[in-house]
């Protein structure tokens, strides 16, 4: 296979949704000047259509695939696969990927592969002349021209580290960690790196450290190699072989960690799978010792490695071997929102402003209250409508009062307009919602909306000093009907029992019932002209609704006539209400009814006229 | 994550059940092996093995150690009493094997095969190597194996090959030989299905017409556990003989299994002076290596890292742990603890920092108490932020707290901390 895997127009499918990783991907390109993105195209087998992403300044579509035949199909120059799949389904994706005749070079992210099965991988690959860079790895990258994934992290540190234009140094490690820390290194003490792959860290590798140290030495840019083996396996063996066979000519500056290990008891298992030693020979010091002998330039210790590598580097380019790389300067990155947000550099007004409650806490709050705490107090739905409505804790006789209104208004049979109209709905076949709105939109000034008439009218008759006497004369000379006031079959005689326990439970629970008592002498006036002229039961909810803010004593007056003018009271009647719509729908739906169609005899037909 | 040792008990059950399947004649059933631990029950182990009290038996310890003949720990062709006895004699005890001191735990008890020793015994080994598996077989098993390696012949099956294209390279079975020919690519079958990586039947042996494995060694490979999950069954993987875990390690261990992140945790010394909380696989092995050049490796005292963008619980609990286990016990001269990293790729450096800083936080006075001196290296995302944090913590916490960036190679915070080499 040819020593280069990447140009500068090298371009890559992704196979799994990571949109940091990629946009990443798509930033470092932004940094090197790359005219086309790095990545052709994304396949997941949970999402199709198209990616949005930034590419510099501005964004681009991506386009993303279900299946990674018909991405590699669509987009047939991409030779590199980047697979991001989970160990359980990174062997069969990068099989696939392996043998599709477009690509070249599959990266394998997942960690915790079975070993069989990567040993199978990297066969796979030798045997069609193709490229494997990992199991468990973060990838590799090439300056100036193509990165994999997450390799080398945030924009910044690749600027930092001069990752966006090609030095002289080709590096390999297992560690996809260090090569980070390695870049930083190699960006110090050279002109920095030419192309750096990190191997991952598993017993077996797809590719080796042998696989690309042979590489570099293939590609006449690359000027000194630097590599950073690890105690366990016998890979470093083969370089020292190799050096020994004059097969590496170039320089190498090279480390084997695990020094320590001698120091610790048999067992113990590092954080990378194969970094375990098997024998002496596979010990750091054993390693680092071969190597050295065989010519390698290795340090006393990881200490030591930079200025190893600086030494290396000085020496090349004194000799000539070496023409320092231009330093290119990156272009400045806009910084995403949402990071400089965090870092508190620049501030945005919000859209909405919200006082009542907070998912965003450890427990879901209702005004400030924690939802567990609502259940154990038993505040019922009274309760959370004061929290939710009003911002109070309502007293008992409160809530009481709020679930009462929601009992007495939960229904009036399937006449009035609300159930009417549900009904039909709900018998054309509609969805209990399209029912129940449709039901709910025909409350208003002539159904449903006494209770906030009653309210709004007596308060203000109240409120502004007029006498029952008066209230009553101004509205009769209105031409108006008193909100609240009449009932077709109730009277004085044959009073409501609604109205009358509510009355009993208003004067015994609250602190003052001066509204309703306003009420009581209107009603004595009207219903002396008419016996069916009496408070009726809207009119008392609306009635001593505002008595009971009243007698909270929390509420100041401009927050209950607020409370009154917002419509408080149609809520109360809607929620309520909702209740028994939803009775009627299911009924309907329950009976199976078909379609209702008014009957002929129902509709005067008079289009002659 | 990486090749485990099982239990021989564990290796056979696999071993006889899968066999079965491709040889059905094989005579070795997983039923007849039981397991002795210290709290086993011997009338009920007899109820579930009714075959203990009708057949002659063997008794061994089952605790990934080998050489048991030569350590006088096998106990053969006993009756039921005569091996329970010799279980519960040894039971709990301490026992040196090689170079390794341990406490006896589990015994295996297996029915007994007779045979002549020299005559019948045979090798039969599989190992794992990057490209290719290689079968070893010798005509002569037994504790003699090694002093008869050259009698061992070598067959090479590319990963990429099927055992059954690939011609065995025999020694001298005589009439056997198609028998064990049969026996041994079933075995390699079972080993490349069942994840193993090292598969070892020293020796076995015949019994009439019949082969049956006696003593056997095993690896497995413990990412391989979500495929093989049927053969395996409810697979137990033992520390090595003589290692044994704190309550600390295993917590770290069950942390570890439970997240997508990686955090490892040995306790070397618990009264080391010098500890390392640091990030990365690769970068974690060499802090450790640097304490130990500087010649200070007496004095560490644990090895240990966390990688693979932890969460903020995450790293609090480990940290929590690591620092309970430094303040436990005052050393006069003070301690360290070295809280290093390279430049992460796309782990939160700020993130995992908060849950480290939470735990700093909580463990204040024990910190002071024990002289705690804390450096910190790290580079990555949000680094300026995560490191920031850190300044300031040392504002408040009251033990002295040294930050560093990429700009300072990653190890030199070592020399800093332990005042150069020793």
Redesign the interface.
């Known amino acids: 296979m040819k020593p280069e895997l990447f140009t500068k127009d090298t371009t890559a499918i992704v196979y799994g949704y990571h949109t940091?990783?990629i946009q990443r991907m798509l930033d470092f390109d932004y940094a090197c000047g790359r005219k086309v993105p790095s990545v052709a195209a994304i396949v997941d087998p949970g999402h199709e259509g198209v990616h949005k992403a930034f590419f510099g300044k501005g964004e681009i579509l991506l386009p993303m695939y279900k299946k990674f035949a018909d991405a590699a199909a669509a987009h047939p120059k991409a030779d590199v696969v980047v697979n991001f799949a989970s160990?359980?389904s990174a062997f069969s994706s990068s099989m696939e990927a392996l043998e599709h005749g477009n690509i070249r070079t599959v990266a394998v992210i997942a960690?915790?592969?079975?070993?069989?099965r990567a040993?199978?991988l990297?066969?796979?690959a030798r045997?069609l002349d193709k490229m494997v860079i990992g199991p468990a790895t973060?990838g590799g990258i090439k300056a100036g021209c193509f990165k994999i994934a997450?390799?080398?992290?945030?924009y910044e540190?690749i600027v930092?580290s001069k990752l966006h234009r090609p030095g002289s140094v080709g590096f390999v490690?297992?560690?996809?960690?260090?090569s980070?820390?390695c870049?930083?290194?190699i960006a110090r003490n050279t002109d920095g790196l030419y192309e750096g792959i990190a191997i991952g860290?598993d017993?077996?590798p797809g590719s080796t450290l042998m696989e690309h140290i042979l590489r570099y030495e293939a590609i006449p840019a690359v000027k000194m190699i630097v590599a950073?083996g690890?105690?366990g396996g016998t890979e470093e063996l083969r370089i020292v072989e190799a050096l020994k066979a004059k097969k590496l000519k170039k320089p190498l500056v090279i480390w084997v960690?695990?020094?320590?290990s001698?120091?610790?008891?048999?067992?113990?298992?590092?954080?990378?799978?194969?970094?375990?030693a098997g024998s002496d020979l596979e010990t750091?010091e054993a390693k680092n010792k071969a190597l050295k002998d065989a010519g390698a330039i290795v340090p006393?210790?990881?200490?030591d490695y930079?200025v190893k590598i600086h030494e290396t580097y000085k020496k090349l380019a004194a000799k000539g071997v070496i023409k320092p790389a231009e330093e290119v300067k990156a272009p400045s990155l806009p910084m995403d929102f949402a990071q400089a947000m965090?870092?508190g550099r620049i501030r945005k007004a919000t859209t909405f402003i919200n006082t009542i409650s907070n998912e965003k806490k450890e427990e879901l709050e209702y005004c400030n209250m924690p939802i567990s705490k609502v259940l154990e107090s038993g505040m019922g739905i009274g309760g959370v409508i004061g929290l939710l409505w009003f911002k109070r804790e309502l007293p008992d006789y409160g809530r009481k009062f709020l679930e009462t209104a929601l009992i007495l208004t939960a229904d009036h049979g399937p006449a009035v307009s609300g159930a009417h109209n549900a009904i039909v709905a709900a018998r054309a076949g509609k969805d209990i919602i399209s029912s129940l709105a449709s039901g709910l939109l025909t409350i208003g000034p002539r159904f449903g909306g006494a209770i906030d008439d009653a309210a709004q009218h007596f308060k203000h008759a109240k409120d502004s000093g007029l006498t029952p006497a008066h209230f009553v004369r101004d509205m009769k000379a209105k031409g108006l009907n008193i909100p609240g006031i009449g009932h077709k079959v109730k009277s004085i005689s044959n009073p409501d029992m609604r109205v009358t326990q509510l009355k009993a439970f208003c004067r015994k629970n609250f602190k003052h019932t001066e509204l309703l008592d306003y009420a009581l002498e209107v009603e004595k006036i009207t219903s002396s002209k008419k016996g069916n002229l009496i408070l009726n039961v809207d009119g008392c909810i609306g009635i001593c609704f505002v008595d009971m803010l009243h007698s909270c004593g929390s509420f100041k007056k401009a927050e209950i006539d607020n409370i009154v003018s917002m419509g408080c009271l149609n809520a109360l009647f809607v929620v309520g209400r909702s209740i028994g719509i939803f009775g009627h729908i299911f009924d309907q739906k329950r009976q199976k009814q078909p379609l209702y169609r008014t009957p002929y005899d129902e509709i005067a037909y008079m289009t002659d006229l | 994550m990486a090749q485990r040792g099982i239990r021989e008990y564990e290796g056979k059950k696999i071993l006889f059940d899968g066999l079965a399947g491709h040889i059905p004649s094989f005579k070795g059933k997983s039923e007849k092996l039981a397991l002795v631990r210290p709290d086993t029950d011997p009338k009920k182990l007899v109820k579930d093995h009714p075959w203990l009290l009708k057949e002659k038996l063997v008794a061994k310890p089952d605790q990934l150690f080998g050489k048991r003949g030569k350590h006088g720990l096998l106990c053969l062709n006993a009756d039921w009493k005569t091996a329970w006895k010799w279980i519960s004699a040894r039971m709990n005890k301490t026992v040196t094997v090689g170079k390794t001191t341990g406490e006896l735990n589990t015994f295996m008890i297996e029915p007994f095969t007779p045979h002549k020793e020299d005559a019948e015994e045979c090798y039969v080994a599989i190992r794992a190597y990057r490209d290719y598996d290689t079968v070893y077989l010798s005509n002569k098993g037994g504790i003699y194996v090694e002093e008869n390696w050259e009698k061992v012949k070598e067959t090479r099956v590319p990963i990429l090959s099927s055992i059954d294209d690939v011609k065995l390279n025999m020694p001298d079975f005589g009439k056997r030989r198609a028998q064990i020919e049969e026996f041994v690519r079933a075995l390699y079958k079972l080993y490349a299905e069942g994840g193993f990586t090292y598969l070892e039947i020293n020796p076995f042996t015949f019994s009439g017409d019949d082969i049956v494995p006696l003593d056997l060694v095993a690896k497995v490979d413990d990412t391989a556990a979500f495929e093989c999950a049927k053969l395996w069954g409810d697979l137990e993987f033992p520390a090595p003989f003589g290692s044994t875990h704190t309550k600390e390690e295993d917590f770290i261990r069950g942390l570890d299994e439970k997240t997508g992140a990686s955090l490892k945790l040995t306790v070397l010394n618990p009264k080391g002076r010098i500890w390392n909380m640091v990030a990365g696989g690769g970068a974690s092995v060499i802090y450790a290596d640097t304490v130990c050049d500087l010649g200070y490796s007496k004095e560490l005292a644990n090895y240990g890292e966390y990688s693979g963008d932890p969460s903020t619980e995450d790293t609090y609990q480990y940290a929590k742990t690591v620092l309970d286990l430094m303040t436990r016990e005052k050393d006069s001269r003070g301690k360290v603890l070295i809280i290093g990293g390279g430049i992460a790729n796309f782990t939160d450096v700020a993130k995992t920092f908060t849950g480290i800083i939470k735990a700093l936080n909580e463990y204040k006075a024990k910190l002071i108490a024990n002289k705690v001196k804390i450096y910190v290296r790290r580079g990555g995302p949000n680094y300026k932020e995560g490191l920031e944090n850190m300044r300031r913590l040392g504002d408040t916490l009251g033990v002295p707290i040294e930050v560093y960036g990429p700009e300072t190679h990653m190890t030199s915070v070592v020399s800093m901390a332990l005042g150069g080499k020793k």
């Open positions: 940091n990783a160990y359980r960690e915790g592969i079975p070993e069989r040993r199978i990297a066969a796979t045997k973060v997450n390799t080398a992290g945030t540190n930092e490690s297992k560690s996809g960690g260090l980070n820390e870049y930083n290194i860290g017993a077996y950073l690890e105690i960690t695990g020094t320590c001698k120091m610790f008891p048999a067992g113990v298992q590092f954080g990378h799978a194969g970094a375990k750091a006393d210790s990881f200490d930079g965090k870092e």
